[in-house]
């Protein structure tokens, strides 16, 4: 069954701790790999699409890195304005619609100062 | 990238009644989708929009209790119909341009 799964659920951070988010999906044809922040009450705010394995790309302290079975959201001296939930989903070939994102519960992410 | 806004931003609707939330977006983009986030859970694709053809629903979702109207390639309506305590939810607007996809801020449904 296609799934995708993020961990942990929680994670606390002291500012300026460096730590990853994961997300392991499995899914067959991966057309591409979504990493979104969300703020409460707000919509998701894309952040970046991976689209094969080696694949890296980076923002400010965030960098994402996909591999054939996982990403992971590296978050380098984080601040406090990086609390957020972070939100990861797929989009393949066999999940229903060709243009469906596929979600992860999330990653709630709170940096205290 | 692309600039979305909804409205309305929230609603507290009676059981029974409907809600039509529009979306805008800044430029023209040919896939538009409608989300769904229920409290405490991930977001759920409820159907696709695109100008020009009928909505395509995704399982567990019907035309008759979501029915969307794509009239240009910058809005689109979705009603939520005959509403219940169920559909209390985050109602969102999203569309894919540039292989990226960006989302509106979100609808929040209260049924009571």
């Known amino acids: 069954e296609d799934q995708v799964t993020q961990s942990p659920e929680a994670l606390r951070l002291q500012e300026g701790e460096s730590s990853s988010l994961n997300c392991s999906y499995t899914?067959?044809?991966?057309?591409?790999l979504f990493w979104y922040r969300q703020d409460p009450g707000k919509g998701p705010e894309f952040l970046f699409t991976?689209?094969?394995a080696g694949e890296e790309k980076e923002k400010e302290r965030l960098k994402a890195t996909l591999t054939k079975k996982e990403s992971f959201l590296h978050i380098t001296a984080p601040k406090p304005e990086d609390s957020a939930t972070y939100l990861c989903?797929?989009?393949?070939?066999?999940?229903?619609?060709?243009?469906?994102?596929?979600f992860g519960t999330g990653t709630r992410l709170t940096v205290i100062p | 990238s692309a600039v979305i806004s909804q409205k309305p931003s929230r609603d507290i609707c009676q059981r029974g009644t409907s809600l039509t939330i529009q979306c805008q977006v800044d430029?023209?983009?040919?896939?538009m989708f409608w989300y769904r986030q229920q409290p405490g859970q991930s977001l759920t694709l409820i159907a696709t929009?695109?100008?020009?053809?009928?909505?395509?629903?995704e399982s567990g979702f019907v035309i008759d209790k979501f029915p969307i109207s794509r009239p240009n390639l910058t809005f689109s309506t979705l009603t939520v119909s005959n509403m219940s305590p169920e559909d209390s939810s985050i109602y969102l607007c999203?569309?894919?341009?540039?292989?990226?996809?960006?989302f509106g801020p979100g609808t929040r449904l209260t049924v009571t």
């Open positions: 999203s569309v894919k341009t540039g292989g990226e996809q960006y």
């Open positions: 989903a797929v989009q393949a070939v066999g999940l229903a619609g060709a243009n469906n994102l596929f």
């Open positions: 899914v067959s044809g991966l057309r591409g």
């Open positions: 430029s023209q983009v040919t896939m």
């Open positions: 929009a695109n100008q020009g053809s009928e909505a395509t629903y």
């Open positions: 991976l689209y094969s």
